[in-house]
């Protein structure tokens, strides 16, 4: 558990909050500058007013949480993925992803816009499970440099 007054319980605070994009930028810069990775914000469309609702703001977490919570989520959704991975020629980078979750099919088209305004330069779509496996997405931010995405 987060102990107030750290970022890690401000993001975890987050559930449910309809916001605006400043502030989903405020929330991306908390969990993109932690100390720690692995952590995710996951976002519904926005409401006729332009507003964001967070569905799920978690941090120090597994991949596998991850896919449990868009499991449970049956309408187009982002989310915004901070991910480590180790390079197969030594050394670990850590970049942040913006997943496109179309269960439906349906492309969310503001995806773009919001990768452009987070500056985040790898948008994963993904319409099953299958698209989310964590070697699939290390290979695609890694642009095949991951170790295990061969």
Request: proline share 5%; hydrophobic share 35%.
């Amino acid at each position: 558990m987060a102990l107030p007054g750290t970022k890690d319980y401000r993001l975890s605070e987050m559930n449910g909050e309809v916001i605006d994009y400043k502030e989903l930028k405020t929330l991306f810069s908390e969990l993109k500058f932690r100390d720690r990775p692995y952590g995710f914000i996951v976002v519904r469309r926005p409401d006729a007013s332009g507003r964001l609702q967070i569905e799920s703001c978690i941090t120090n977490t597994q991949y596998q949480t991850l896919i449990e919570k868009l499991r449970c989520v049956s309408e187009p959704c982002f989310v915004v993925f901070d991910l480590c991975y180790t390079l197969i020629p030594g050394g670990n980078r850590r970049v942040n992803v913006l997943i496109e979750w179309m269960p439906d099919g349906e492309s969310y088209k503001l995806a773009n816009a919001i990768a452009g305004q987070l500056g985040i330069h790898e948008k994963i779509p993904a319409v099953k499970e299958e698209d989310l496996k964590e070697g699939k997405i290390k290979m695609i931010a890694s642009n095949g440099a991951a170790i295990g995405t061969h």
